[in-house]
């Protein structure tokens, strides 16, 4: 089951901004200065993806396993980059911290998907290992972010009632321990909200490329749903590496509260 996927050409993808002039026109009409934004956030859209395509092409024909790799490492750097954008925080370093979790859960995770699950052959083949490792980073940053930015307000937000249960001889784990917890979990409900409508509510993206594509719907499911289980389980481990690495970093060597206002 399945035929030959219909490509788009050149012509075709510039009608296609006329989807994005509808949100253009909008800014415009409603005065919401959103125009240059959109011009620059399509602009990247274009040049960076032709750019990712164009590599991707050359790498998959390499069968390099340092150049894979290579360009993993550079995925997982930039998502990293963009959680420490996000995350407005200055008197605690969490780089470092985040760097280690996006290694070790984003590269673990990958790793047995694309080796174990799929059964690639080798495992690092770029044409699972690569894709599935961005889907790894993509949907994770955004966990680890949340979860960052919430133990940090948190943590602040409760400064006093913190700061009470160390004076009352409590370790940092527990005078910490429900702002972890609420933070943990705050990371972890958008991807297993997303686990809650999906056939139901959207057909996910790689469904939906596979499909589009000529693949069997069969196969796409199966593909799918390992990788609805496989973000959830990346969002679980590097929320929990990061937030454990984190909380450590807050406190000092007497037990005291380092986070400033």
């Not at 409760?158 to 940092?172: H, I, S, T």
């Not at 939906?208 to 969002?235: C, E, F, K, N, S």
């Amino acid at each position: 089951m399945g035929g030959a996927y219909i490509q788009i050409s050149l012509w075709q993808l510039a009608i296609a901004l006329v989807l994005v002039g509808v949100a253009g026109a909008a800014s415009v009409l409603y005065e919401l200065r959103l125009q240059k934004d959109l011009a620059i956030g399509t602009f990247r859209t274009f040049a960076q993806l032709f750019a990712m395509g164009y590599l991707l092409k050359i790498i998959f024909n390499l069968h390099s396993m340092l150049l894979v790799m290579g360009v993993y490492m550079v995925m997982t750097w930039f998502s990293v980059r963009i959680i420490k954008g996000r995350v407005k925080e200055k008197s605690i370093d969490y780089y470092a911290p985040t760097m280690v979790s996006v290694m070790v859960s984003y590269t673990l995770v990958t790793f047995i998907v694309t080796g174990i699950i799929i059964g690639a052959k080798p495992w690092w083949t770029p044409q699972y290992f690569i894709p599935i490792g961005g889907m790894v980073a993509g949907n994770s940053m955004n966990a680890l972010a949340i979860g960052l930015e919430r133990f940090f307000s948190e943590l602040r937000n409760r400064k006093d009632q913190v700061e009470m249960m160390l004076c009352l001889g409590a370790d940092f784990r527990e005078a910490s321990k429900e702002m972890f917890r609420n933070a943990l979990k705050a990371g972890m409900i958008p991807s297993i909200n997303s686990m809650m409508g999906v056939g139901i509510v959207s057909i996910p993206g790689m469904m939906t490329g596979q499909i589009l594509a000529g693949a069997d719907p069969a196969d796409a499911v199966r593909y799918q749903i390992v990788v609805m289980l496989m973000i959830v389980a990346a969002t679980a481990l590097s929320s929990l590496i990061v937030l454990h690495l984190v909380r450590r970093r807050c406190f000092g060597p007497a037990m005291n509260l380092l986070l400033k206002n």
